[in-house]
């Protein structure tokens, strides 16, 4: 079995601990807030993701450890997967500020490490962004890298990373290749070898198609209410029905159906992500900037038929999370509706979410 570091504890890294450490794997957790590191040294989760608080109760104390000592959780470490926050700046690139600390603190701690780990990029970065700005960071260190981008859906994040439909390496070092095939082992699922840009290309393409789904079917929506006389509902299901949107997991037809946006961690930042790096290689992403032109249009769109069916009453919403089976409200739609309807007078609101 190996030995794996997995640096930041939130809805990635600690899926990330504890399905290495639930495969036998001993793993360690760095965690540098101190309250999130002494709610998972209690046992506890601090966020809703079911599965997590069972994996974490059978693997705390035995392969799995929560640590604040970064340096010390990567010495002898076959492998330390970076898991830490990659934000939209304000221009929509990801800012890298914490990727870059993270790595240089493995790189002080390591130097002297005759074997050194692998440092896999599980964070979430514009494609190129390993082989260019990160090796360029452990160049002449001995440090191998590779990118292994997550596919982990919230509300079902366990299950997605122990029974993967796909997992991608990007990784040109032979040993790093070796290192990461040897922990993937024991996962039953095609492992799929490509570039370092490939793979964190590959992360992109799957989000940013997500979000031009969501997009596609709020843009038509808005075309069918000026249309007028069509029955928008029975159309989407009606376009379900076509055998190529249904399938395990896919399950594609659930972005494409219209509603108040897209939100969360991944499709905004993401797709922003994607769009200023196309800028700054001279390509205009006409579709991307679409999407998250019609993002932002939908709210206003919704805004405007609820103000209007409200006729100054009380308005209820039910659920704020960005999606169900998610306590999360990081850019949620619901909030964009909410500002929306207070700009148009609607005074008395309602809001209710059974974990949000």
Request: with cysteine; net charge negative.
């Amino acid at each position: 079995m190996s030995k794996v570091a997995v640096i930041g504890l939130g809805f990635v890294g600690l899926t990330t601990a504890l399905g290495f450490a639930a495969k036998g794997h001993e793993v360690a957790g760095v965690e540098s807030g101190e309250r999130r590191r002494a709610d998972l040294e209690a046992g506890r989760v601090p966020f809703h993701e079911p599965g997590l608080a069972e994996a974490l109760a059978d693997c705390l104390g035995d392969t799995f450890a929560v640590t604040g000592d970064l340096a010390g959780a990567v010495r002898g470490a076959d492998a330390v997967f970076v898991c830490v926050g990659t934000p939209s700046g304000d221009d929509g690139a990801a800012d890298l500020t914490h990727l870059d600390a993270a790595v240089a603190q493995v790189l002080d701690a390591v130097r002297d490490e005759a074997v050194k780990p692998v440092l896999v990029v599980k964070s979430t970065v514009p494609p190129g962004t390993t082989a260019g700005h990160v090796a360029g960071l452990v160049a002449g260190t001995g440090v191998p890298v590779a990118a292994n981008p997550e596919f982990l859906r919230e509300g079902v994040a366990w299950d997605d990373f122990m029974h993967p439909d796909r997992i991608v390496i990007g990784c040109e070092d032979p040993r790093a290749a070796e290192v990461l095939q040897r922990l993937y082992d024991a996962f039953d699922a095609d492992v799929c070898v490509v570039s370092l840009t490939t793979a964190e290309f590959i992360k992109y393409l799957s989000n940013t198609l997500l979000a031009t789904l969501v997009s596609y079917a709020n843009e038509m929506s808005m075309i069918a209410d000026g249309l007028g006389d069509v029955d928008v509902p029975a159309a989407f299901r009606i376009l379900h029905r076509d055998r190529r949107w249904s399938g395990h997991p896919a399950a594609m037809a659930s972005y494409a159906y219209p509603g108040a946006g897209f939100g969360g961690y991944c499709l905004p930042k993401d797709t922003a992500a994607l769009a200023a790096r196309a800028r700054m290689l001279g390509v205009e992403p006409r579709i991307l900037d679409g999407v998250l032109a019609v993002n932002v249009a939908i709210a206003e769109h919704v805004a405007d038929r609820i103000a209007e069916a409200a006729g100054g009453g009380v308005v209820s919403l039910l659920g704020l999370a960005f999606k169900p089976g998610s306590d999360d409200v990081r850019e949620a739609p619901t909030a964009a509706v909410v500002r929306a309807l207070a700009a148009r007078g609607v005074a008395r609101l309602l809001a209710y979410d059974p974990m949000a």
